[in-house]
Nanobody, 117 residues
Framework: VQLQASGGGLVRAGDSLRLSCTASGRAFASYRAGWFRQTPVKERDFVAS???????SYADSVKGRFTVSRDNAKNTVYLQMNSLKPEDTAVYYC????????????WGQGTLVTVSS
């Protein structure tokens, strides 16, 4: 599976942004997908994930503001980010893993989100 993330950009605090992650490969619908983010001073942190059946999980810092979804027909996972804050500034990565593996083994290239105050 190859992943391509897109949708990052420069926005103001309070704005919204939607990230997309498009995957190649026929079996992507069976993968769990996740979003992570990283800044120069922090390790890569979990943001959100979605199972193949659509169950979602979020980091506490984004609950109520971010929504992860997927369109299996398009092999795409989305991260809708609302009420953005300057502390959301980071490079966002999408990732995928199979049910059999606990670690995310497939990663996209990252897309930069910058939120100005």
């Amino acid at each position: 599976v190859q992943l391509q993330a897109s949708g990052g950009g420069l926005v103001r605090a309070g704005d919204s942004l939607r990230l997309s992650c498009t995957a190649s490969g026929r079996a992507f619908a069976s993968y769990r997908a996740g979003w992570f983010r990283q800044t120069p001073v922090k390790e890569r942190d979990f943001v959100a994930s979605i199972t193949r059946s659509g169950s979602t999980s979020y980091a506490d810092s984004v609950k109520g503001r971010f929504t992860v979804s997927r369109d299996n027909a398009k092999n795409t996972v989305y991260l809708q980010m609302n009420s953005l804050k300057p502390e959301d500034t980071a490079v966002y990565y999408c990732a995928a893993r199979t049910i059999a593996t606990p670690q995310y083994g497939y990663w996209g290239q990252g897309t930069l989100v910058t939120v100005s105050s």
